[in-house]
Protein backbone atom coordinates (compact mmCIF):
# COMPACT_ATOMS: atom_id res chain seq x y z
CA UNK A 1 0.00 0.00 0.00
CA UNK A 2 0.90 3.35 -0.88
CA UNK A 3 2.14 5.74 1.91
CA UNK A 4 2.95 9.00 0.00
CA UNK A 5 2.51 10.51 -3.27
CA UNK A 6 4.26 13.39 -5.12
CA UNK A 7 1.88 15.84 -6.47
CA UNK A 8 2.46 17.91 -9.99
CA UNK A 9 0.52 20.66 -10.63
CA UNK A 10 1.23 23.20 -13.28
CA UNK A 11 -1.14 25.63 -15.06
CA UNK A 12 -1.32 27.31 -18.97
CA UNK A 13 1.80 26.80 -21.37
CA UNK A 14 3.85 29.56 -21.76
CA UNK A 15 2.04 31.42 -25.43
CA UNK A 16 4.21 30.11 -28.31
CA UNK A 17 5.62 27.07 -26.21
CA UNK A 18 2.40 24.56 -26.40
CA UNK A 19 3.98 21.84 -28.94
CA UNK A 20 6.89 21.79 -26.18
CA UNK A 21 4.75 21.79 -23.57
CA UNK A 22 3.56 18.31 -24.79
CA UNK A 23 6.62 16.91 -25.66
CA UNK A 24 8.01 17.16 -22.17
CA UNK A 25 4.52 16.35 -20.82
CA UNK A 26 4.90 13.33 -23.24
CA UNK A 27 8.33 12.70 -21.68
CA UNK A 28 7.35 12.94 -17.73
CA UNK A 29 4.74 9.99 -18.84
CA UNK A 30 7.34 7.91 -20.19
CA UNK A 31 9.28 8.55 -17.35
CA UNK A 32 6.76 7.76 -14.65
CA UNK A 33 5.74 4.68 -16.74
CA UNK A 34 9.29 3.14 -16.58
CA UNK A 35 9.75 3.92 -12.78
CA UNK A 36 5.91 2.11 -12.65
CA UNK A 37 7.37 -1.04 -14.45
CA UNK A 38 10.77 -0.68 -11.77
CA UNK A 39 8.47 -1.13 -9.03
CA UNK A 40 9.50 2.21 -7.62
CA UNK A 41 6.11 3.63 -7.72
CA UNK A 42 2.60 2.21 -7.53
CA UNK A 43 1.36 4.30 -10.38
CA UNK A 44 0.38 7.31 -11.81
CA UNK A 45 -2.73 9.20 -12.86
CA UNK A 46 -3.31 12.71 -14.61
CA UNK A 47 -6.26 15.01 -13.73
CA UNK A 48 -7.16 18.05 -16.73
CA UNK A 49 -8.87 20.59 -15.78
CA UNK A 50 -11.67 21.53 -18.01
CA UNK A 51 -13.43 24.47 -16.50
CA UNK A 52 -12.44 27.33 -13.86
CA UNK A 53 -9.60 28.98 -13.53
CA UNK A 54 -7.41 27.13 -15.55
CA UNK A 55 -5.02 30.01 -15.48
CA UNK A 56 -3.67 28.68 -12.04
CA UNK A 57 -4.04 25.10 -12.03
CA UNK A 58 -4.22 23.33 -15.98
CA UNK A 59 -3.57 20.20 -14.76
CA UNK A 60 -2.48 17.68 -11.73
CA UNK A 61 -0.48 14.26 -11.43
CA UNK A 62 -0.21 12.09 -8.54
CA UNK A 63 2.35 9.82 -8.30
CA UNK A 64 1.71 7.00 -5.48
CA UNK A 65 4.50 4.93 -3.96
CA UNK A 66 6.76 4.45 -0.77
CA UNK A 67 7.51 7.51 0.70
CA UNK A 68 10.93 6.57 0.53
CA UNK A 69 11.31 5.94 -2.96
CA UNK A 70 9.57 9.07 -3.49
CA UNK A 71 11.73 11.27 -1.74
CA UNK A 72 14.75 9.42 -4.19
CA UNK A 73 12.93 10.12 -7.11
CA UNK A 74 12.18 13.71 -6.59
CA UNK A 75 15.69 14.67 -6.63
CA UNK A 76 16.48 11.78 -9.10
CA UNK A 77 18.55 13.64 -12.20
CA UNK A 78 16.04 12.43 -15.23
CA UNK A 79 13.30 14.30 -13.07
CA UNK A 80 14.52 17.33 -12.20
CA UNK A 81 15.79 17.80 -15.58
CA UNK A 82 11.72 17.15 -17.00
CA UNK A 83 10.50 19.38 -14.17
CA UNK A 84 13.37 22.20 -15.20
CA UNK A 85 12.45 22.17 -18.87
CA UNK A 86 8.81 22.03 -17.56
CA UNK A 87 9.40 25.20 -15.52
CA UNK A 88 10.14 27.01 -18.62
CA UNK A 89 7.25 26.00 -20.57
CA UNK A 90 4.50 25.95 -18.28
CA UNK A 91 2.75 28.36 -15.45
CA UNK A 92 2.25 27.83 -12.25
CA UNK A 93 4.51 24.62 -12.04
CA UNK A 94 4.46 22.91 -8.35
CA UNK A 95 5.53 19.81 -7.18
CA UNK A 96 5.21 18.76 -3.65
CA UNK A 97 6.09 15.29 -1.57
CA UNK A 98 3.28 13.82 0.63
CA UNK A 99 2.53 11.56 3.48
CA UNK A 100 -0.54 9.85 3.54
CA UNK A 101 -2.58 10.02 6.60
CA UNK A 102 -0.80 8.06 9.62
CA UNK A 103 -0.85 7.51 13.05
CA UNK A 104 2.65 7.70 12.69
CA UNK A 105 2.38 11.62 10.44
CA UNK A 106 -0.17 12.57 12.58
CA UNK A 107 2.16 12.17 15.85
CA UNK A 108 5.40 13.84 14.41
CA UNK A 109 3.05 16.73 13.11
CA UNK A 110 1.58 17.56 16.71
CA UNK A 111 5.00 17.02 18.03
CA UNK A 112 6.78 19.71 15.84
CA UNK A 113 4.00 21.56 16.90
CA UNK A 114 4.76 20.88 20.30
CA UNK A 115 8.19 21.51 19.86
CA UNK A 116 7.92 25.32 18.26
CA UNK A 117 5.06 26.17 21.17
CA UNK A 118 2.31 26.30 18.52
CA UNK A 119 -0.38 23.38 20.22
Known sequence: MANGAIIITWGTPV??????SL??????LAY???KAKEGKIHGHH???AI????????????IE????????LMVDQENTR???EASMIVDNLDTQLCEANSDE???EYVSVLNDMGLS
Open 82 to 84: LLG
Open 23 to 28: DVFGRS
Open 46 to 48: EYF
Open 32 to 34: WDE
Open 65 to 72: GDLDELAR
Open 51 to 62: SGNATQRAGTMV
Open 15 to 20: RGREMQ
Open 105 to 107: AIT
